[in-house]
C-alpha cells in the first residue's frame, strides 16, 4: 500500500512541475501585459512597471525566479488588483467556490441515484421513461442555459429567488441547480444501468427465491453493488465542479475563484494565472490521487503492489 | 415489494416538493429582496461589472474604481450637477494673473472618516507621492500631475529634490501650487481622483487600500465591508463636512459580469440602477427595454468618440484619397439606429460634444463638418487613390476589432456598406484584447476600432494624443505643422487662441489627412428607478450618486 502511495504521489509532484513550466511559457508566449489598456502609460511608466515586476528581464530567468519564489511558498502579488497577494486573493475566493461546489456534488448524488433507482426499479415504466428524459436533457442543455432560463422562470417572472447575489441560504438554490443538472443526469442513467444489471444478476434472484425480505435485498446487495461505479464518478466529478462553476459565477455573481481564473487571464495577471494554474493542479491531481486510493480500497480486483503503475 | 418502491417514489417527491416549499416559505420574510417594491430604507443599489483593480486614488485609472472613489474620497473641489467646479475641501482658491499660481484655502471642518484634519499637508503628502519615480508600482496616471511646476522633471528622476515640485502646504489650511503652462482647465483637475489627498497613514501600509479598515477617506461614505470578487458596501460617513447633504444611508455594489444579469436584476427590483458607465444593458434587449420602461431609461451623450484608425504606413492606407474614399461611403446614422440603438450621434470630427470651447461647447463652436457622406464622391476619391498608387486591384485588406458584440456587428455592418458601396472586399477579424492591443500599437493592422474619452473637460484630452509618436497615436500619423500647432496651444493663455489652434489641428486629423474615421459619440445608456433622484451623470458620463435619495 505505501509503495502504492508514494508512487502516485511521485508521479504528481511530476505531473505538477510539467503543468507549472508549461503553463508558465504559454503564458509569457501570449501577446500583452498587464498594464495594458485602451490608454496606454508613458514608455517611462511602462519600462519602470516592467522593471518592478521583473518583467523586463528574459523569460527563462524569470522561470527560475518563479520556481525559487514558489519553492519558498511564496506565490507574489496581483500584477493587476494592486498590493493583493496571490496566496489571499485565492484562500478569500475559494470558500464560496468550495461551498456551491460541495452542495452540487451532494445534492447531484442524492438525486442522482435516487433518479437512477427509481428508473431502474420501474423499468420500460411511465416512471423510467421520464427519468431518462430528464437526464437527456440534463446532460445536453449547457449549464449557461440552464441558468439563465432559472433566473428568468423562477427569479424575474415568479419572483421567488434573487437573480444574482450569494448571501442568504436561498441565493445557493439556483446556482446549485444549474451546476447539479449535469450531474444528476449523469449519475442517474450510470445508477439505472448498473442497477439493471445487478438486479437481473442470478445472486439476486437467488436471494429472491430464498425469501429474503425486499430491504435487505436492495440494501445489502442491490445498492451496494449497484453504486460502485457511481463512487469512481464522483472523484473526477467533485473535481469539475469545484473547479468548473466558472460560468456559473459569472452569471450569478458569486465572488468565487472561477471568477478570478478568467479575469486573470483577460487582464494578463500572470502571477495570479500562475498560482490558480498550481491551485487548481493541486486540486485535481489530489481528486485523482483519491479516487485511485478509494478505488483500489473499494475493488479487490485491483492491486496495490501490482504492476498497474506499471 | 410494491409497496417499498411507493414508498422510495414518495420520499423523492417529498423531497423535491419540500426543497421548493422551503424556497418559497422562507422569501416571504425576505422582504426587500424579490417583492417589487422600493426599499424602504435609503440605501442605493446598483452593479459593478468588473471588481475595481484599486480603491488607491493615487493609483485608480478605471471607471469601476472610479466611481468608488468619488463617492469615498473628495478633491479640493467637486463636480455640481452641470459639471461645474464647485468647493470641495477648498473653501476658496486666487489665481495669479498669468495663470499659473493657484492658492486654495481649505475649510476647517473637512475631516477624515477617523476624525483627523484634512489639511493642506494632506494633499502635497499625495501628490508627491503619486510623483515619487521610486513609488512603486509606478501609477500610469502620474501624468495628471505633470502641469505642476517641475512635476515631470521629478517624476522622471531628472530631478531629485521634491520640494522643488511646485506644491507647497503653507500652513494647515494653505495650499499653494504652481504650474508649468498656464491650464485654463486646472481646477477641473482638482475633482480627478489622482488629485485627491490622502490620510498619512497610508505612509507605512502598502495593503491600505486592500481593506475597508484601513481605507480612511474624506468623502461623504466610507467603505463598510468588501467580499472579494462579489460585492462592496459603501456606508454613509458622518465626518463629513457636508453630511446634511447627504440622504443615502448604504450603497450596495454588486460585482457581476453579465448584463442578462444585470438587467435580469433590475427588473427584479435587486437593482435601482444598471447600464453605463460600470455596467451594461445587453443591446439587443434595448428595444424592448424601450418598450416596457420608457421612463426609466436614462440616455445621455456623453464625451468619448467610437472610431476607426487606419495605419498609414501600409498600404492601402497610406493613400489619403483611399482613407478618405472608405471614411466617405459608410452610412452612420444607419448604424446608431440599428445596431447601437442608444441614442448615439454620428460623428463626423474627433471631439465629441460636452466639451468646453471659448465660451460655449466646443463642438457647438467649431461645427464637425470636416467631410460628408457621399457614395460618388467617394468612387472617384477610390479611383484617384488606386491611380496615384498604380493599383488595378485594391490590396487585400482587413478590419480588426476586439472581441465583443457590438464592435462585431459594428464592424461585420461597415464591411458589407464597404463591399456595397466601393466594391471592396473587407475582411472582419476579432482578437482577443490584449493581442489586438498589442497589434495596434505595433501598427500590424490596416483598420482597427478604437474608442477614446476624455480625462479631463477640454479639447486637449482629444488632440495631443495624435503627436508625431506619441504613445497612443496607433496610426503612424506624422505631421510637423500639427504638432507645431499643440505645442502652441500648450504654451498659450490665450483662450480664444487655444481653441482656434486646436480647431485648425482637428481639421488636419480629419478634413485633410482623415487619418482616423469617426463613427459615433457615445451615449451613457441606463436605467434608473422612479424612487432613486438627485442621480447625476457627468459630460464624461461619470456617475455621481453621493447626493441622491429614494422618494
Redesign the interface.
Known sequence: MLRYVASKFFYMLVSLFILISATFFLMKA????P????????????A??ME??DLDKPVFQQYTKYLGNIAQGDFGLS??????SVT??IT??FG?SLRLGLIAIVVAV??GV??G??AA??HRRL?DSAAMILSVLGIAVPSFVLA?LL??VL??KA????????D???DY?LPVMALSAQPIAFIARLTRSSMLEVLHSDYIKTAKAKGLN??AI?FRHVIRNGILPVVTYVGPMTANIITGSVVIE???????IG??FV?SI?N?DYTVIMGITIFYGILLMLARFMTDIAYAVVDPRIKLDGGKEG | MKKHKSLLLLMTLILAIGTALAGCGSNNNEGAGSSGNKPKEQVFRMNLASEPPTLDPGQAQDNNSNTIINAVFEGLTRKGPDGEEVPGVAEKWDISEDGLKYVFTLRNDARWSNGDPVTAKDFEFAWKRVLDPGFAPAPPYAYQLYYIKNAEAYNLGELDDPDQVGVKAVDDHTLEVTLENPTPYFLSLMSFQTYYPLHSSVKDNDKWATKAETIIGNGPFKIASMTKGQKIELAKNDQYWDHQSIKLEKVHMSIVNSSATELSSYRNDELDYAGHPVGNIPTDQLAAVKKQMPDELNIKGISSTYFYIFNTTQEPFDNVNIRKAFSMAIDRQAIVDKITQGGQIPAFGFVPPGIKGEKDEFRKEVPDKYFEENIDEAKKLLDQGMKEKGYTTLPAVTLIHNSDDNHKKIALAIADMWKNNLGVQVQVQNQEWGVFLKNRSALNYQVARSGWGADYNDPMTYIDMWTSGGGNNDTGFKNEEYDKLVKDAYATDDNAKRMELMAQAEKILVEDNQVVMPIYYYSNVSLIKPWMKGINIDFKGDLDFSRAYVE
Open positions: 501570449i501577446p500583452g501585459d498594464f495594458m489598456g485602451e490608454k496606454k502609460p508613458s514608455p517611462e511608466i511602462l519602470r512597471l518592478q515586476y500584477m493587476k488588483q494592486q498590493n493583493q489571499d486573493i478569500d475566493t464560496p442524492i438525486v435516487l433518479l433507482m427509481l426499479l420501474y416512471i439563465s433566473q428568468y427569479a424575474e419572483g421567488i429567488f434573487n437573480v444574482m447575489g450569494f442568504s441560504p436561498l438554490v425486499w430491504m436492495m459569472q452569471i450569478f455573481g458569486i465572488g468565487g471568477k478570478q479575469d483577460t494578463r
